[in-house]
Every structure is written in structure tokens, then in C-alpha cells.
């Protein structure tokens, strides 16, 4: 591993990086004086002096603030779950608007004027453009699907936006609305949130995954990479988009899901912290199309790194360790020089700890250092895969209302989340495990010893994991007329799913519109689909939650199904998933919209299947002063 004393040299020189330019938890002042830092858990926006590296304020945000930027002298921070963009005084140290915006705020730029402000919508895939100085939405643009990641170009004429789950990047023309050029990765990328450029030439770094679904091991399933794109189109259509594998570029020293890059205002430095092994690179930048990169060293961090920023004077690096709770101050040469606590500790030490857990790859959960359970349930949401399992191929679930929806599996063949200790320590992971002691063994596909075994209390850790994965909260869909509330064609759907003539509600019962409960033996239903090639249980599967069915396709317990029509048409041929066969094509539309309104009302907190380990989460509301 090369010193990076002589890269250091060349950090000093400050070159134009302007505040708001990449989105991240995480912003610095153009005049450098002031950071303002968005607490994704705690649901609160604090500012800190960076002269006197202390906090200046912290005020409520609400259900996860998820980015924050400096627009001039204002603070704006969006609220992924409650649909809002907060505007923040720090002279004043006051919220000083509320604005209501599109589903699922999650990132945001802002020009160096300060006068406007870009963000993207996560789902359904949106940007909307805001006017600070009126305090509204001018303009909203259809970009792609999932978008998170948004950076704004230094003539501030495009933005480049990730999609989440396809890693690819889009640019957008500002003047127009429109999209302009795109650049798309393997198959395999995934979950690509952030995304910046260099200061001075046009390129943009992605910090993402590959997810491989045809391995199941430790080894070969997740790798962490950053992906280089050429922001100018080439006639002869040379290749514009590179991909280095960033789990060998450190030797024999292994890093997991790279979550956010900075660059040094001179462009010479980039620096991508990972939030799976809690450290960073420092890479050395070369002004040439081939090399890119080289690492320059690895620093350790604190506790689940997710945001970090440079100094427009290129002096000071800041660190948003997020389990910490603190932002770590640091020379350019990464030396700690202080920290800063922001927030109280969110939520409860168990939550915490079974948070710490399910985001990291090293041990006691991973054996290698490549997968956590985060790699493929981010935050609780599906990685929108179908891994070939060895059981067979399976879609990844979301956790959302994971309480109340046990027994656990598309075969139901756990039934707490502590049987996890299983993929643990299983091939997937190879980690050590959270528990002592032996485990029943597994000696074939359909005997399950993970019903047998009783996981629950067998450690602390195990039960803290269960807590955070319990914990996921569902939001009401964005295809909902209003909360509570369901459009004239979902309202008609609505008869069509409860009537006998479908038998819909039959199987998808209740509040959570599922039949099954942890009374044994467990209700699983053969519905025709389990006829898969490398089905090793089937054909019966535990009766999924619909609540959330819209943001989740491909369909199916292993994505057979493209679209919610598919698996009532070309997937339910003979009327073995419902009848469905005797709608017309409108009935089945207003069906559909139905289904894609779920949840329109938020679901009971507490149902006599709901499991104890769990935490309900809670935020603190914003006020305007
Ligand atoms: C390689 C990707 C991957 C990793 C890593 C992973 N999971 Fe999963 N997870 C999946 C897939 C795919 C499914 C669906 C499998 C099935 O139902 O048989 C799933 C299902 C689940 C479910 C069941 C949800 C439900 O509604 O029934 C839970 C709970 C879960 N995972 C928790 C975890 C935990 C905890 C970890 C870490 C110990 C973890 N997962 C690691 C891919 C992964
Ligand atoms: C006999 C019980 C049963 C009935 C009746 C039934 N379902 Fe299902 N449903 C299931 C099971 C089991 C699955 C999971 C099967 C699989 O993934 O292969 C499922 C899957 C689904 C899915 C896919 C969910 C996902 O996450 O991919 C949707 C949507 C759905 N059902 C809606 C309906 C509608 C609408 C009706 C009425 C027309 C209906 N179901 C009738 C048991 C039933």
C-alpha cells in the first residue's frame, strides 16, 4: 500500500466545488463555515460550525430525513417519508417552511445561486425542480425508475441521476426537462444511490454493487464497485462506461457496499467510504480515460459510514458515521482531528445494535467481508432480485410490516427472524454466527430445522437482530387517492378482489391481506406456480402481504410474472390463483388498481399474530417558526 503523502501535495490548490453539487446526507457551506447534516433515523437536521466544531443547532425533520443541501444561506433537507422538503434557517435556527412534495424525496442538488434546488423522487422515479426564493415546485420530470443519486453539472445545464436498482445514469437537460443521454451498467449493478463528478473534467463515479444472483456463497454473490462514465457522447460509440471491482483493489484487504464518493476540489483525490465494513478508500485521480484510479490507502471510520464531504478549500474532510451518531472532522491527509455528535441515538440499543448487525459484512455476521444482510434487503426494501437459491430461484422480499406477517420465506420455512442465524452461518455469509452452541442440522430441502430449533433468546444479539429486522414500517402507497383513500377505479377493484367470485380475499385475508399465522400447520396454497426448473420444495407457498405489491415486480415467488396483469393472465391460466378468467380486460384493470393503491390506509399496529421483538418507530415532527 503507496504513502498518499505525495498525492497530498497537489490537495492544497482550491479550485471552484460549490455546496449542493452531489447529494448526501451531508452538505458544506460554500463559504465552508457551516455543515448541515440530515439524521436519517433520529428524524432530525442539525448544523454544525466548523470553526468551532461544534453543533449549532438540531431541529425536528420527521420519518427520515434522507439528504440535505445548502441553497445560499438556506438549509433544505426532503423527508423521504413524509413526503416533504423542509426549509431551515440557521441564523435563526428555525424551520422555516414545510413544503409538500411528490412520494419519496430522497435526493437533492442545489444551484450556486441558491436559487433552485433539484430532487429526485425514489418511486416512482421522478425529479421535481423547486424555486427557493418563492418556496414551491416549479416543474416535475419523468426520469427513470427508482431514482436516488442526482448531481448538477458545473454550468449547472444538466443533471445526472442514478437509478437505484439498475445503477444506470441518466442525464437530463435542465432547460428542458428532458432526458438526454443515459448510461446503463452490467445486469448485475445494483443499488447505485450516489453519484458525483469531477470537478473539472467530465466524469461521473457511481458507488455501487453487483449483485451476482447465480452464486450463492460468500464469495461470489455481492461485490462493491465504482463505475467511471464519460459524460460526452462519442460518434464511433466507444465504450463510455467502466467498472472497477473495488474488492480487490486494496490486495487481500476487503471492503463491502460502497455507499457515497467526494472528490477533492482540485480533482486529484477521490474518496468512497463503504458502509459495510466501516472505512474508506483515499484513491489517487488520473487525468486519463484508463487508469482512473489508484488506491492510496485505507482509513478505518467509525461505526456505518454514510456521508462524506470535502471543504470547498479542499482542507477538511468531514465523515458522517450515522450508527456514532457524530461527524468526524479530518486533514486532507484523513488524520481525525475532531467529532462532532449530532443527534441522540435513535430509537432503542437493541434496534441500534440489530441495525449494526444487519448493515455489516464483517464479523460476527460475515465471514469474508463481502455480504451483509443489507446487501440485499437495503434498508429494509428488496433489491428487486431473483436469486437462484439453493431451494430454488426467489424473489427478495421487502420487510416492511415484517411483524405481522410471520411465518417467514415464500415456503414459510422459518418462523423467527433469529432462525437467520442459519444464513449466518451458512454459505451465504460464513460468519461466525450471534450465538452459541450447535444448531439442528438441515438434511434436506422439505424438512425444515428451523422450525424445529427455537432461535428466539438463544443470544442478545440474535433477539437485537430480530428487533431492527421486525421494525420496518409500510407507507401508504403513492397510488392512493389520499390516505384512507382509493380512486373510482380502485374503489371498483376493491369489489372485484372481496367478491366470491374471485376468492382473492379468501387466501389474502385481513389487514395485512395475508392468511397466514403462526398457528400450526401452516396455510400454504399450491396456486399452479410451482413448476419452476429449479424448484426444489413447491408447489406450495405461504400467502404473501399485498400491502406494497406496487413497487415490487417482477411478480411472483420467482419473478415469473413481468407486470400485476401477467399474474392474472398468461401466470393463471386455469384458475388455480383465484378466477380471474371471467374479467374483462377493464375489470382487470380496476383490479390492478386496487392492488397498486395497497396500503391506503396504514395497517394496525398490533394483530394477535403480530411476534414481540419489534420496536415501533417513531419521529419527531417539524414545526414552523
Ligand atoms: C444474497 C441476498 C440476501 C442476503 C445477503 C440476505 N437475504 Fe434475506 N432474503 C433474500 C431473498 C432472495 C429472500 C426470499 C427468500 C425466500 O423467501 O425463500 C429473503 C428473505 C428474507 C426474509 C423473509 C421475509 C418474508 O417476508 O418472509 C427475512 C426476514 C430476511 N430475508 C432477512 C435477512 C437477514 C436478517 C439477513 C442477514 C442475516 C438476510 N436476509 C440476508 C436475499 C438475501
Ligand atoms: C388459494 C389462495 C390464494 C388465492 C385465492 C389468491 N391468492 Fe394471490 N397468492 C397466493 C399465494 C400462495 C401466492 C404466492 C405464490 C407464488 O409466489 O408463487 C400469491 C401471490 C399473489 C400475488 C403476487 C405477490 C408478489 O409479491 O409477487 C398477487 C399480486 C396476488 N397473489 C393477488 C391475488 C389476487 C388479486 C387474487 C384474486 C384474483 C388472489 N391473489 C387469489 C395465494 C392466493
Redesign the pocket.
Known sequence: MRSFASLLLFVAVALPAFAGSASSLLDVSADGSRLIVANTDTGTVTVVDTATRTKVCELPAGDHPEAAAWAGGVGLVTVYGDDRVLFLDADTKAITHILPVADEPYGIVTTKDGKRAFVTHDYPGTVSEIEVAAKRVVRTFKVGDNCRGIAISHDEATLYVTEFFTSKLIAVDIASGKVTDSWGGYESDNLARHVVLHPKRPKAYLSHIRSRVTHFDARGSIFPQISFCDLWTKPDGEKRRRSIALDTYNGVYVTANPWESAISPDGKTLYTIYAGTNDMNVSRVYDDDYREIESAGIVRLGKHPRAIAVRPDGKEVYVYNTLDFAVTIHDARMRKLDSVTVCEPAHTAEWRRGKELFQTARAPMGGTGWVSCSSCHPDGMSDGRIWQNPEGDR?T?HLFGLAHTHPLH?SADRDEVQDFEYTVRGKLMQGRGLAQGQMKPRTSFTEFAELEQTTRGMSKDLDSLAIYTNSFPFRLSPHAAGEGKLSVEAERGKA??ASSA???????SGPYFS?STLAKPFQ????G??DGPREKI?P???????LG?YR??????????KT?HE??TIH?KTD?????SHLKPTELDD?VS??KSLPYEQPPDETPNTVKDRVTLTFPKPTVR
Open positions: 424473489r422480499t415464500w372485484i378482489f374471485t376468492q382473492c380475499a379468501t387466501c389474502h392468511d400454504l396454497h399450491d396456486i406456480t410451482g413447491g406450495k407457498f405461504d400467502t404473501p402481504t399485498l405489491v415490487l415486480g417482477p411478480y411472483l415467488h420467482d419473478g415469473r410474472a400485476l399474474v392474472f393463471n388455480k390463483h383465484g378466477k380471474t383490479l386496487f392492488l
